[in-house]
Every structure is written in C-alpha cells, then in structure tokens.
Antibody
Framework: QLQLQESGPGLVKPSETLSLTCTVSGGSIGSSSYYWTWFRQPPGKGLEWIGRIYYTGTTDYNPSLKSRVSISVDRAMNQFSLTLSSVTAADTAVYYC?????????????WGLGTLVIVSS | DIQMTQFPSSLSASVGDRVTITCRASQTISNYLNWYQHKQGKAPKLLIYGASTLQSGVPSRFSGSGSGTDFALTITSLQPEDFATYYCQQSFRTPWTFGHGTKVEIK
C-alpha cells in the first residue's frame, strides 16, 4: 500500500528557504505515470495547491507562488522535495504531500500526514 | 483561477440525520470535482472523485452528484465518525483549488 511521509524543519526564519521532503513507500516514484504534489493549509484557512511534478521531472506551479517555489524528484531515494524561498509568516502552514490519481479525475487518493512549518525568528 | 464556493461553512446535525453540502465552481469543470473528509491531525481522506464515484472503502452513506458548475455531497444517516470538515476540490485545471470547507458538528 502506497504511503507518503513529509519531513523537514518545523521552524524556519523569515527570508530563509523552507525545504521539505516527501518519502514514498510501498511503490516506486518513477515506475508509474503519476504526478506528485504539494499542498499547504495555513492555520484557520483552507487548502492551497503549491505545485506538482510528473515522474519525468516536468513541473507545474501555482502562479501565486511560482517565483519562490521549486519541486524536484529523486528517484534513487524514492523522494520528492519542495523548496520555498524568501519565506514570511504567511508561509506558516501544515504542508502536505499527496498523489493525484490520473484514473480518478486526478483526485488525491494518497496523502501524507502533514508537517507543520512555522516561520518565525 | 477557478473559484470554488462551498456552503454552508458549518452545520450542526444529529446522528442519523441526512446532510447535504454544496459546492459551486466559478466556471464549468465538467465532472472534475472531488470531495474530501478532514479530521484534525490526520491526512485528508478522499471520499468521492469524478463528482459521483465513491472511493474504494468509503461507506455507501456518502454520495456525490452534479456536473458543470454545481455539485453536492450527501451523507445519509450521519454517524459519529462523520463529524469532520469536508472540502470540495476541482481537478479540471491547475491551479487546483478547494472550497473553504464545511465543518459538520454534533448538535
């Protein structure tokens, strides 16, 4: 059964870069034609799509974050990663990785538990 | 971006009640509409995809309907474990967007 788990620092200073990794277990990140995605949920707010990476490495980002975000994939480690630069308090959120299923209207059928990232000095 | 308007934002209901949550897209999204259940501290759980297809393992008291711009999630006979926040999400076009959520609370 496919499982995802986010990892990374829980505290980042303003203006620095947030880096998170999602480890995929129970399946190979490069063996299937899937996208791998990142979302976030600021405290008390709704869910926001950050971006996605295809197993080939092609990326697609939310225009609201595009200038600061990068998503990459490491097939050898079976991981994909998120970096968000020049963070501010507005980037404080629970960050989730998830997999959209192409045969289910790209619905997100597998999620990580999420990791809270606080931006504060 | 496609805006998703979800209502009500919260509701109080009793065990056994029938509950309906609606979601409207700012433009047509065909049937690329998905519903999730989210409980505090847990990963969101996919309930319905493609507007009306029940995800494997989800109880049949959950159902989805609609197409185009107007959609609904119905829970027949609400159970104690159903008290949670529910989100709709469009996967028709990126950036994928969500409704603001409906919190279902115990009356």
């Amino acid at each position: 059964q496919l499982q995802l788990q986010e990892s990374g620092p829980g505290l980042v200073k303003p203006s620095e870069t947030l880096s998170l990794t999602c480890t995929v277990s129970g399946g190979s990140i490069g063996s299937s034609s899937y996208y791998w995605t990142w979302f976030r949920q600021p405290p008390g707010k709704g869910l926001e799509w950050i971006g996605r990476i295809y197993y080939t490495g092609t990326t697609d980002y939310n225009p609201s974050l595009k200038s600061r975000v990068s998503i990459s994939v490491d097939r050898a480690m079976n991981q994909f990663s998120l970096t968000l630069s020049s963070v501010t308090a507005a980037d404080t959120a629970v960050y989730y990785c998830a997999r959209p299923h192409s045969e289910k209207s790209y619905a997100l059928d597998v999620w990580g538990l999420g990791t809270l990232v606080i931006v504060s000095s | 971006d496609i805006q998703m308007t979800q209502f009500p934002s919260s509701l109080s209901a009793s065990v056994g009640d029938r509950v309906t949550i609606t979601c409207r897209a700012s433009q047509t999204i065909s049937n690329y509409l998905n519903w999730y259940q989210h409980k505090q501290g847990k990963a969101p759980k996919l309930l319905i995809y493609g507007a009306s297809t029940l995800q494997s393992g989800v109880p049949s008291r959950f159902s989805g309907s609609g197409s185009g711009t107007d959609f609904a999630l119905t829970i027949t006979s609400l159970q104690p474990e159903d008290f949670a926040t529910y989100y709709c999400q469009q996967s028709f076009r990126t950036p994928w967007t969500f409704g603001h959520g409906t919190k279902v609370e115990i009356k």
